[in-house]
């Protein structure tokens, strides 16, 4: 049976090794017919921690790892443009302390 791949957004990434994955689709009401909007959550193995918050990555299904991971991160899509503000922030002030001293 061959093993499903799908394409997803990380969405939290803070565990070791560990990737939160949504995969979002669309479905369309029985009755009315309109759209909805619904995503999938999947928990994915990264040996390498080589993806981050808001990275498009593929994923392909494998043996459970643990209780909730049943999937592994095949590569990289696409890297994030998410900017930290915060890091942005420090790193300014801390280039004002320099030109003061």
Same mark, same amino acid.
């Given at each position: 049976m061959p093993k499903r &791949? @799908? =394409?997803? &957004? &990380?969405? $939290?990434d803070k565990t070791a090794k560990t990737r939160r994955v949504e995969i979002p689709r669309l479905v369309k009401h029985p009755k009315y017919g309109k759209f909805l909007r619904r995503r999938t959550i999947c928990y994915v193995h990264d040996e390498q921690n080589e993806s981050k918050l808001g990275d498009t990555v593929e =994923? !392909? @299904?494998c043996r459970p790892m643990s209780r909730t991971k049943r999937w592994s991160l095949v590569r990289v899509v696409s890297k994030s443009r998410l900017v930290d503000v915060a890091a942005m $922030? !420090? !790193?300014? $002030?801390a280039e004002a302390e320099q030109e003061t001293l």
């Amino acid at each position: 049976m061959p093993k499903r &791949v @799908e =394409i997803g &957004v &990380v969405t $939290r990434d803070k565990t070791a090794k560990t990737r939160r994955v949504e995969i979002p689709r669309l479905v369309k009401h029985p009755k009315y017919g309109k759209f909805l909007r619904r995503r999938t959550i999947c928990y994915v193995h990264d040996e390498q921690n080589e993806s981050k918050l808001g990275d498009t990555v593929e =994923i !392909a @299904e494998c043996r459970p790892m643990s209780r909730t991971k049943r999937w592994s991160l095949v590569r990289v899509v696409s890297k994030s443009r998410l900017v930290d503000v915060a890091a942005m $922030r !420090a !790193a300014i $002030r801390a280039e004002a302390e320099q030109e003061t001293l």
